[in-house]
């Protein structure tokens, strides 16, 4: 099996360990619920659909409380005066985020960050990502707009951390909905 953990910081702060399992040439898995094991000790169960001889498939194994996630605000400001205390037109509002991950196994890991970076669907409004620290191996993975993936490794006791900017631009008489 090859191990890979997964985190969505936005939704939970846990991260969750998946198996890519590639089943013997002759032996079929019927559909249901797996006790697994991890050498002589459960860590839990699992449900698998119809696995055919020699089929690879995803096994979920649940959250490990070893690696921790942490998504932070570490900024907010807010624009919205041109010169001289007039108003601008435009409110203009400045978010700086950090995600940390941090590994506290005695063995390296992979890991799969997600992140959900806002799409406008109104013209009025405009969405700009910057000072991206480390720039995601996929953007809208699996055609899914925005949402952004990291693939990294992470050794024993080592801790990564991403941080990124957005700007979000709108008229400033109108209430943008989740910010």
């Given at each position: 099996?090859?191990?890979?953990?997964?985190?969505?910081?936005?939704?939970?702060?846990?991260a969750y360990l998946a198996a890519m399992v590639k089943n013997s040439k002759d032996l079929q898995l019927p559909a249901g619920r797996v006790s697994v094991f991890l050498g002589d000790d459960f860590v839990g169960t699992s449900d698998i659909d119809n696995i055919g001889p020699g089929e690879t498939f995803d096994l979920f194994l649940g959250a490990d409380e070893n690696v921790k996630v942490k998504r932070e605000q570490i900024e907010k400001k807010t624009d919205d005066v041109i010169i001289g205390n007039i108003p601008s037109p435009?409110?203009?509002?400045?978010?700086k985020y950090k995600i940390t991950v941090e590994n506290y196994k005695s063995k390296k890991i992979n890991f799969e960050l997600f992140?959900?970076?806002?799409?406008?669907?109104?013209?009025?409004?405009?969405?700009?990502i910057e000072q991206v620290s480390l720039e995601p191996k996929t953007k809208d993975f699996k055609d899914k707009p925005g949402i952004w993936r990291?693939?990294?490794?992470?050794?024993?006791?080592?801790?990564?951390?991403?941080?990124?900017?957005?700007?979000?631009?709108?008229?400033?008489?109108?209430?943008?909905?989740?910010?």
């Open positions: 099996a090859q191990f890979k953990y997964s985190a969505f910081p936005k939704l939970s702060d846990m435009n409110r203009k509002t400045t978010f992140e959900a970076m806002p799409v406008s669907q109104d013209e009025r409004i405009k969405v700009k990291w693939e990294f490794e992470l050794d024993p006791q080592a801790k990564k951390e991403i941080t990124y900017a957005m700007i979000v631009e709108h008229p400033r008489n109108m209430q943008v909905a989740g910010l």
